[in-house]
């Protein structure tokens, strides 16, 4: 039974670039959450996918958006890179949409590196 | 915003030493969750609780949820290296639908 997935792993972009992130969901899971993580804090919530829409969504700009395919896999875009947007960006899937509070699993994440 | 707190930011203990750490909200979450992250590695959940004043056991690990469901606390019972990482706590308030992270206490733990 595989686990989250996201790819990559790591990646370096320089400032102003678009970046995109993937995450397929633990099998039987239909909700993707994002959250970022900046070095030596707590995963902060970015946005989360159910039924292809963005249902919830955290305090960030614009700049990052998101997609759920109907295989519920999910896409982290960011735009126009920052510096401080350089992080641990982590994908958590979970079952049942906003009517769910149960745990979440998480994937090893893709660090992202603003130069 | 809900805000979730935690106390201390690190801790160092010898291995075999008790271990403690608080998560305080500002608001009344409806349940908390529990993450241990390894170094290099993601969050792991660990436990959920959801009524107040509820206390759960896993082997050395004792979690407890406040009265006024604004807190709650993990301790560890003789640490062993197996132990080190950052435990988050997560809280769920009454009115979101995603979970808050607090910014976590390192343990360390000397062999």
């Known amino acids: 039974d595989a686990g989250v997935t996201q790819s990559p792993t790591h990646l370096i972009k320089t400032r102003g670039q678009q970046v995109t992130l993937r995450c397929s969901p633990k099998?039987?899971?239909?909700?993707v959450s994002w959250y970022q993580q900046a070095l030596g804090q707590g995963p902060q919530f970015i946005f989360q996918?159910?039924?292809?829409?963005?249902?919830q969504r955290g305090n960030f700009p614009d700049r990052f958006s998101g997609h759920q395919f109907p295989n519920y896999s999910s896409e982290l875009n960011v735009n126009a890179l920052l510096l401080g947007d350089s992080a641990l960006y982590l994908c958590a899937s979970s079952l049942g949409g906003v009517l769910f509070a149960g745990e979440l699993f998480f994937g090893e994440g893709s660090r992202l590196t603003v130069l | 915003g809900q805000q979730v707190m935690q106390i201390p930011q690190y801790q160092h203990v010898q291995e075999g030493e008790d271990f403690t750490t608080y998560c305080n909200s500002s608001?009344?979450?409806?349940?908390i969750q529990w993450y241990k992250q390894r170094p290099g590695g993601h969050p792991v959940f660990l436990i959920q609780?959801?009524?107040?004043?509820e206390v759960k056991k896993q082997k050395r690990l004792t979690f407890q949820f406040g009265e006024a469901k604004k807190n709650s606390s993990l301790h560890i019972t003789a640490t062993q290296t197996t132990d080190v990482g950052t435990y988050f706590c997560a809280g769920m308030d009454n009115y979101g639908q995603n979970f808050v992270f607090g910014p976590g206490t390192r343990l360390s733990v000397l062999p």
């Open positions: 099998s039987g899971h239909d909700t």
């Open positions: 609780l959801v009524k107040s004043g």
């Open positions: 996918y159910y039924e292809e829409e963005e249902r």
């Open positions: 608001t009344t979450l409806s349940n």
